[in-house]
């Protein structure tokens, strides 16, 4: 289906066709840019509401700046849809997400106009602060950088450090805090009780226009600017209780201003643009603006999938059912189960309660599951000052998100032999998110450290079976349970669960050509290519590792010792991975057989289905079929060869 853009946005090609339109085009612009993205998204799918929420915000930025002389720095990029529409992507842009398509996200390789590339939340300020100083540096005293962040991003760490630094840097950056409220659920603790005391203060707000709209009329620009900002800085210590938070850091704090107002945003930043200095602009916007169903239920409408447009239907897939269940809705729901007969299991989320499916708990118990907001390092030490007092913590973070706190599971969890439970959602090759999201290191990076229990079930009923194992008090160490997104295998996944022995794997299949050894959900590739196989007349054995720290030594004695063809495969990466692991016991055993390894190659992988992204890595039941036949070819070859 092809989509028509409006005239005038048919007629952007470059953000320097924004700058000949008047104030009333732009708002025109504006409808026909947010009317354009929710036809796209309607038929193709991808993220939708953030994107919604800032389209006079992305309209204004790029009327008002050059870009991309001039820096415009986007944080986690779920919003920069209309960014990427206005420069000159508008024709591609059906394409987002898909394989070989354009990045959902702000990526360098793709455009000058994604001056840093993104996907996790909170770099803008360092990036764009890090940008300012080198322009500096370099004495383009003329070059503008702008960092584009919101009120969820704002929670993790990073941004206030960026903060703190750019206070004292002396550089010429705008931060823009785009504050609606919501991240992917809605946010969470006291920086966002703070942002609402302020939007919420009608005295201030009120006073504020009055003084601002007075000290326009006024001669010397200059001299009115210094003076509304003392008076408004007066006003703000008197009116509202917390409103000094940016200015403590010493950014010279704007707003709250609408951010779905065209033409206060233009004149708004166009008069920042001429004041030097670090600065943040508060600005208020709705997520989902302009599409009522996405305003009023913003977490359901982050990345619908596809959709009715008129009606709001969102199209599911239809298969026969039953149908196997998620992932991480296994995990939910027996969470529950376990937290229900043991009353030390707590949960703990960094803000993907229904990404991860905690929010179960959350709505069950909620004095036991908590949402901590964009803030993976505190999630983890939180969870490490529970275990402490005996408490048996889930703490669910996706894969590519736990690397932001490495230094945490190391220190706080790792070295204190602490008992917290690990529970990587997203593992694997993720999908249409790409390369920011693909849970592809976790293995090693987790392997690597001492006193480290790491799982990963075949099927739902394996996860059932390890999370009970992992709340048992004879479990003393850290323990990483990885599964991936998505569908399962099992329809009938309610199991009842029983203690999986730490570092025991199993037999799935014996066979006697050769042995594939598999970790996690990609076993079930592997049962399919046996089943390919076998009707070739080959016959491999099949066995399921289940953990990769510690490794079963009894079960890979029994492999080395009756084969000399031994294929691994895992989702993660190759080096340093499962199939590593496999050749470390090979050689401090010497044992002498060829080994082939299938996973997530060295290399960046980008974007597309799992399917399409599984295929491209070679590690898909087709790929792995083959590689069984070329090993068997070459031991056919080499016993022709000797006789």
């Known amino acids: 289906m092809e989509i028509t853009p409006g005239p005038l946005l048919k007629a952007v090609n470059s953000p320097a066709d924004l700058k000949r339109l008047t104030?009333?085009?732009?708002?025109?612009?504006?409808?026909?840019?947010?009317?354009?993205?929710?036809?796209?998204?309607?038929?193709?799918?991808?993220?939708?509401?953030?994107?919604?929420?800032?389209?006079?915000?992305?309209?204004?930025?790029?009327?008002?700046?050059?870009?991309?002389?001039?820096?415009?720095?986007?944080?986690?990029?779920?919003?920069?849809?209309?960014?990427?529409?206005?420069?000159?992507?508008?024709?591609?842009?059906?394409?987002?997400?898909?394989?070989?398509?354009?990045?959902g996200f702000p990526n360098r390789g793709e455009s000058e106009y994604d001056t840093f590339g993104v996907g996790h939340s909170s770099t803008s300020i360092s990036a764009a602060l890090g940008m300012a100083m080198a322009a500096k540096y370099k004495g383009e005293t003329d070059r503008k950088t702008v960092a584009v962040i919101g009120d969820g991003a704002m929670t993790a760490g990073l941004a206030f450090e960026g903060m703190n630094h750019a206070g004292v840097a002396d550089t010429d950056m705008l931060i823009v805090l785009n504050d609606n409220c919501m991240s992917i659920d809605p946010n969470v603790g006291a920086l966002k009780e703070y942002l609402t005391d302020i939007t919420?203060?009608?005295?201030?707000?009120?006073?504020?226009?009055?003084?601002?709209?007075?000290?326009?009329?006024?001669?010397?620009?200059?001299?009115?600017?210094?003076?509304?900002?003392?008076?408004?800085?007066?006003?703000?210590?008197?009116?509202?209780?917390?409103?000094?938070?940016?200015?403590?850091?010493?950014?010279?704090?704007?707003?709250?201003?609408?951010?779905?107002?065209?033409?206060?945003?233009?004149?708004?930043?166009?008069?920042?643009?001429?004041i030097p200095g670090p600065k943040l602009l508060h600005v208020v916007t709705v997520k989902g603006k302009g599409y009522a169903l996405a305003e009023k239920d913003q977490t359901k409408w982050h990345a619908p999938g596809l959709f009715d447009k008129i009606t709001g239907e969102i199209y599911k897939k239809q298969f026969p059912s039953p149908q196997p269940p998620k992932y991480q809705d296994v995990f939910g729901h027996t969470l529950i189960e376990l937290a229900e007969q043991n009353p030390k299991i707590f949960g703990i989320t960094p803000a993907m309660p229904s990404g991860s499916s905690l929010k179960f708990m959350m709505d069950k118990m909620p004095d036991r599951a908590f949402d901590v907001g964009i803030c993976e390092q505190h999630a983890v030490t939180l969870s490490a000052g529970m275990a402490t007092q005996g408490m048996r913590v889930f703490c669910n973070i996706y894969s590519s998100f736990m690397q932001r706190a490495y230094d945490q599971v190391i220190h706080d969890v790792a070295i204190q032999k602490l008992p917290v439970v690990l529970c990587l959602d997203r593992a694997g090759l993720v999908g249409e998110d790409g390369a920011t999201h693909h849970g592809a290191y976790d293995i090693p990076y987790m392997r690597c450290i001492p006193n480290m229990i790491i799982s990963s079930p075949m099927n739902e009923s394996e996860l059932r079976n390890l999370l009970y194992t992992a709340q048992l008090d004879s479990s003393e160490y850290p323990f990483v349970i990885r599964y991936p997104r998505g569908e399962g295998v099992m329809p009938e996944w309610r199991t009842p669960m029983q203690e999986i022995p730490v570092g025991k794997g199993r037999k799935i299949k014996d066979g006697k050509d050769l042995a594939i050894l598999s970790l996690g959900h990609p076993g079930n590739f592997v049962t399919a290519a046996i089943r390919e196989l076998r009707v070739e007349g080959l016959d491999p054995a099949h066995y399921d590792m289940r953990f990769v720290k510690p490794l079963d030594e009894e079960m890979l004695h029994e492999v080395f010792s009756r084969y000399d063809r031994i294929i691994t495969v895992e989702d993660g990466t190759v080096v340093g991975g499962f199939g590593s692991a496999i050749l470390e016991f090979q050689a401090a055993h010497g044992y002498h057989a060829t080994v082939r390894i299938m996973g997530i190659p060295d290399r960046i992988v980008e974007h597309g289905t799992p399917k399409e992204l599984q295929r491209e890595c070679g590690y898909d039941a087709p790929a792995i079929a083959a590689a069984a036949r070329e090993m068997m070819k070459d031991k056919v070859s080499v016993n022709q060869l000797l006789g």
């Open 23 to 103: 104030k009333e085009q732009l708002h025109q612009l504006s409808d026909e840019l947010r009317q354009y993205i929710i036809d796209t998204v309607s038929v193709h799918g991808g993220h939708f509401a953030a994107s919604l929420g800032v389209v006079e915000l992305t309209v204004a930025l790029h009327h008002v700046y050059n870009t991309p002389y001039d820096q415009l720095v986007w944080d986690v990029g779920h919003q920069a849809y209309g960014h990427k529409i206005l420069t000159g992507r508008r024709d591609q842009f059906a394409n987002n997400r898909k394989y070989k398509g354009l990045s």
């Open 200 to 274: 919420t203060s009608k005295t201030y707000n009120r006073l504020k226009d009055d003084i601002w709209k007075a000290l326009g009329k006024l001669p010397g620009s200059q001299f009115s600017r210094e003076m509304a900002s003392k008076i408004e800085h007066s006003i703000k210590g008197f009116v509202s209780r917390s409103s000094n938070l940016f200015e403590a850091l010493n950014l010279r704090y704007f707003g709250p201003i609408d951010g779905h107002n065209i033409t206060k945003l233009v004149d708004t930043l166009a008069d920042l643009k001429k």
